[in-house]
């Protein structure tokens, strides 16, 4: 894979073409090379008074001013994480804790990420009530679904900006005129959006905004909240009074830099970038189509992430085109559980029948996916399947 300016980005095994930026991302070397220092020279304890602590604290502070300018938000809105599930968590379990005296119910929506679906199946143990909203056949929350679902005791919305398996984007922008017309906090898991989509907090109308950096071209162990200033949250994690005394523990200092400079990066090249993305995509998914009359595309008519193809292969099953594609790397669109094959719970959601959503793959293009890599990976897929 090749960067900008020719710089070469080299996977595991250099004849794999690497077509799973939703899973993760490599850390950029611009990324990269602005964390370094901070793990030997500028080595100190942002809460240290010392230069060697200020210099420390004024990089993190720093960071949070360039994840503030991605988001179109105050850098007081903004405290660092360990990553998207802790956001979502901090999120889900924080709000319903704060405004548990005023009501008790949450919706989200069927195809959200397992860092809200999975806390909201712990909601219901501890006595709230949460509703899963459905989606349309190329998963779309209807606005008016989440609007008939709200209750007089409704406190929180969780609905992501962008399904990380098929790409669908969320009408968010309709859903949080709702939730400010009922006085009702909303919330987005942006993880899979932040860099390839604007994700400009006042124009999403929502309340809480969640980002990871693996999915961004920074670390994995690193992410973002944004918390609209003056909104009740209730934080899950004691300790000493870091980042406003939500997310207490000494700041992890080299991280936060990284995820800072990756944020820059994305809001200098957003532009550009979803419309290269976008085209290699497209190119992609119609000569997989063109080669393979049968295969189907998932979420073909919705507005999707410009980098996001999910394409079914009906009659294959998923991890058996993955075994004969060995030049690709991947991820199934079915999941894959003590050897056997299962459909997502997006597929189910969208009412997939089994024979096509077995057979789905999940290929996502990135910052350092090039044309001439696509074309090939193109031609060697439709080559590979139609001997399967």
């Known amino acids: 894979m090749t960067g900008r300016d020719g710089e070469c980005m080299r996977v595991q095994d250099k004849d794999i073409i690497y077509l799973d930026y939703n899973a993760t991302t490599p850390v950029d070397p611009q990324v990269l090379n602005k964390m370094l220092p901070f793990f030997m020279q500028k080595f100190g304890n942002p809460s240290s008074g010392h ?20 988001l179109g938000c105050s850098s007081e809105e903004i405290i660092f994480t360990s990553g998207g599930t802790e956001s979502n968590n901090l999120v889900l379990f924080g709000v319903t804790e704060a405004l548990k005296g005023k009501g008790k119910h949450v919706i989200t929506s069927r195809i959200e990420h ?22 349309d056949r190329n998963g779309k929350v209807d606005p008016d679904d989440i609007r008939s679902t709200i209750r007089p005791d409704t406190i929180l919305i969780s609905v992501m900006h962008a399904n990380n398996e098929i790409g669908t984007v969320q009408p968010l ?11 009702i906090l909303f919330h987005t898991d942006a993880a899979q959006s932040a860099g390839k989509a604007e994700t400009l907090v006042d124009e ?7 980002i990871a950096g693996h999915k961004l071209y920074a670390p994995k162990g690193i992410g973002a909240l944004y918390i609209r200033k003056g909104v009740p949250l209730k934080k899950i994690m004691y300790g000493a009074g870091q980042e406003r005394g939500l997310r207490p523990g000494t700041e992890n200092v080299a991280y936060i830099v990284g995820l800072g400079e990756a944020a820059d990066i994305a809001s200098k090249t957003l532009d550009e970038e979803i419309k290269r993305l976008r085209k290699l995509r497209d190119f992609l998914e119609s000569r997989l189509l063109e080669g393979i009359p049968d295969a189907v595309v998932h979420a073909r008519g919705a507005e999707r992430l410009p980098n ?52 789905t793959l999940r290929l996502s293009v990135g910052r350092f996916s090039t044309a001439e890599e696509i074309a090939d990976a193109a031609d060697y897929m439709v080559n590979e399947l139609r001997h399967l």
Do not use: W, Y
């Open 51 to 70: 230069p060697i602590g200020k210099e420390a604290k004024g990089a993190v502070e720093n960071a949070r001013c360039q994840v503030a300018s991605l």
């Open 204 to 210: 999403l109308l929502v309340d809480f905004l969640t």
């Open 114 to 135: 397992s860092s809200v679906i999975e806390p909201c199946i712990e909601l219901i143990c501890r006595g709230f009530d949460v509703t899963f909203v459905d989606v």
């Open 308 to 359: 996001t193809l999910s394409i079914a292969f009906p009659g294959k099953k998923a991890d058996e085109i993955l075994l004969r594609l060995k030049r690709i790397a991947a991820s199934p669109g079915a999941a894959c559980h003590s050897g056997k094959v299962k459909v997502s719970h997006v597929m189910t959601a969208l009412g997939v029948p089994d024979n096509i959503a077995l057979g």
């Open 173 to 183: 922008k309709e859903i949080g005129r709702i939730a400010k017309e009922k006085g």
